[in-house]
């Protein structure tokens, strides 16, 4: 999260809308431990990572989602879970659940 | 409620704080900025759950520990009581300052040690009395260079040093090693690790039994010979030895360590 600070000083400092997704549990094998976080502002620009790489074009897909949408803060789930809801898979076959939400605290 | 500038101020500071979050439940998105020594920032939506989720955190913090806890809306933690409620799941987002290392002695051993723990994230402190051996140049990768003896540094700086720090005593050298040790397991720190034969570490035994160091409390604490038993030889192996048997105690696995075993170090 140290890592994001300056861009989201930045983004802030213009006015930019941001959301911002953590990691906040993960199963099985899992390329970031929780605490790992991404930032993505309204344009699409983004800062820090949330997996190997395998999720982070899921995860802007969401946040705009989020941020042109209903804003509500929301648990995500990637991987290979019951419900399927996400067909983003990992390669390492692991699950990461992430916290999403707008960053206006 | 604007939690952020003071969440980036203290993470720039390099001072803990911990980003307390409902991700599941009632107020999900509610959040509360908890650091050691302040008042709690924010609120969950209740003010008996802000108060137990704060003291958890700050065990949290202090275990330099991020992860997910679950309580009832006002705060329940025992299974009983959380029987009939609706679950808050609370992500406890901590952020402390690197763990650190201590090396006494500055031998050839050190600058090894320190690099490796470098790598692994440690803030390295090199302490030797010596003033020509304990120099910027020979350790360049240490955050510290010191030259001191033991008591001194571990009298003015040992209560920084809590459960995920780590003192390695590398020095052979009796009149060095027995008031580190001594001055060491008068703190918290999670990992004491001393250098030395088996033979060293028998006589050490009895340096330090003259000195009144002689409870099992204590002893069990002092991994000696130090590191795990994986047959390092070069000072290269031997610092991911000892990083090792550093990991391995914390996560409580059960990997070899040197001092659990017999027989000589080197076959």
Same mark, same amino acid.
């Given at each position: 999260?140290? $890592?994001?600070?300056?861009?989201?000083?930045?983004?802030?400092?213009?006015?930019?809308?941001?959301?911002?997704?953590?990691?906040?549990?993960?199963?099985?094998?899992?390329?970031? $431990?929780?605490?790992?976080?991404?930032?993505?502002?309204?344009?699409?620009?983004?800062?820090?990572?949330?997996?190997?790489?395998?999720?982070?074009?899921?995860?802007?897909?969401?946040?705009?989602?989020?941020?042109?949408?209903?804003?509500?803060?929301?648990?995500?789930?990637?991987?290979?879970? $019951?419900?399927?809801?996400?067909?983003?898979?990992?390669?390492?076959?692991?699950?990461?659940?992430?916290?999403?939400?707008?960053?206006?605290? | 409620?604007? =939690?952020?500038?003071?969440?980036?101020?203290?993470?720039?500071?390099?001072?803990?704080?911990?980003?307390?979050?409902?991700?599941?439940? *009632?107020?999900?998105?509610?959040?509360?900025?908890?650091?050691?020594?302040?008042?709690?920032?924010?609120?969950?939506?209740?003010?008996?759950?802000?108060?137990?989720?704060?003291?958890?955190?700050?065990?949290?913090?202090?275990?330099?520990?991020?992860?997910?806890?679950?309580?009832?809306?006002?705060?329940?933690?025992?299974?009983?009581?959380?029987?009939?409620? *609706?679950?808050?799941?609370?992500?406890?987002?901590?952020?402390?300052?690197?763990?650190?290392?201590?090396?006494?002695?500055?031998?050839?051993?050190?600058?090894?040690?320190?690099?490796?723990?470098?790598?692994?994230?440690?803030?390295?402190?090199?302490?030797?009395?010596?003033?020509?051996? @304990?120099?910027?140049?020979?350790?360049?990768?240490?955050?510290?260079?010191?030259?001191?003896?033991? #008591?001194?540094?571990? #009298?003015?700086?040992?209560?920084?040093?809590?459960?995920?720090?780590?003192?390695?005593?590398?020095?052979?050298?009796?009149?060095?090693?027995?008031?580190?040790?001594?001055?060491?397991? #008068?703190?918290?720190?999670?990992?004491?690790?001393?250098?030395?034969?088996?033979?060293?570490?028998?006589?050490?035994?009895?340096? =330090? @039994?003259? %000195?009144? %160091?002689?409870?099992?409390?204590? =002893?069990?604490?002092?991994?000696?010979?130090?590191? =795990?038993?994986?047959? #390092?030889?070069?000072?290269?192996?031997?610092?991911?030895?000892?990083?090792?048997?550093?990991?391995?105690?914390?996560?409580?696995?059960? @990997?070899?360590?040197?001092?659990?075993?017999?027989?000589?170090?080197?076959?």
């Amino acid at each position: 999260m140290r $890592d994001l600070l300056n861009d989201i000083d930045r983004w802030k400092s213009e006015g930019k809308r941001i959301a911002l997704a953590r990691v906040v549990d993960i199963e099985g094998s899992g390329p970031r $431990d929780p605490g790992a976080a991404m930032a993505v502002n309204q344009d699409g620009e983004v800062v820090g990572s949330v997996s190997g790489g395998c999720v982070e074009g899921a995860v802007v897909a969401e946040a705009l989602g989020m941020l042109n949408g209903d804003n509500q803060p929301r648990l995500v789930t990637f991987g290979y879970s $019951d419900d399927e809801a996400f067909a983003v898979g990992l390669t390492c076959g692991g699950i990461i659940h992430l916290f999403l939400q707008p960053l206006t605290w | 409620m604007s =939690l952020y500038p003071l969440f980036a101020q203290r993470t720039r500071e390099n001072k803990p704080v911990a980003l307390v979050t409902v991700i599941d439940g *009632p107020n999900i998105g509610a959040m509360m900025l908890i650091a050691p020594g302040m008042d709690a920032q924010g609120t969950l939506g209740d003010s008996e759950l802000d108060r137990v989720v704060a003291r958890d955190t700050i065990g949290e913090i202090e275990a330099g520990r991020t992860s997910v806890r679950h309580y009832g809306p006002n705060g329940q933690i025992t299974p009983e009581d959380l029987l009939d409620t *609706p679950t808050v799941r609370v992500f406890i987002d901590a952020f402390a300052p690197p763990p650190v290392m201590w090396i006494f002695g500055a031998v050839d051993f050190t600058a090894a040690l320190a690099r490796v723990a470098k790598v692994l994230g440690y803030y390295v402190v090199v302490c030797d009395a010596r003033e020509v051996f @304990a120099t910027r140049r020979r350790f360049p990768m240490a955050d510290e260079v010191l030259v001191s003896w033991p #008591a001194p540094l571990l #009298a003015s700086r040992g209560s920084d040093l809590g459960p995920r720090d780590a003192v390695c005593i590398l020095t052979h050298d009796p009149k060095f090693d027995v008031p580190a040790i001594q001055g060491s397991l #008068a703190t918290n720190v999670g990992y004491i690790g001393v250098m030395g034969s088996r033979k060293t570490h028998a006589k050490r035994l009895e340096r =330090l @039994a003259e %000195v009144g %160091v002689h409870g099992a409390k204590d =002893l069990d604490r002092l991994l000696s010979p130090i590191g =795990l038993d994986i047959g #390092a030889r070069t000072p290269e192996e031997t610092a991911i030895s000892i990083c090792s048997e550093i990991i391995a105690r914390r996560t409580g696995r059960n @990997a070899p360590s040197l001092r659990d075993s017999n027989g000589p170090i080197h076959r």
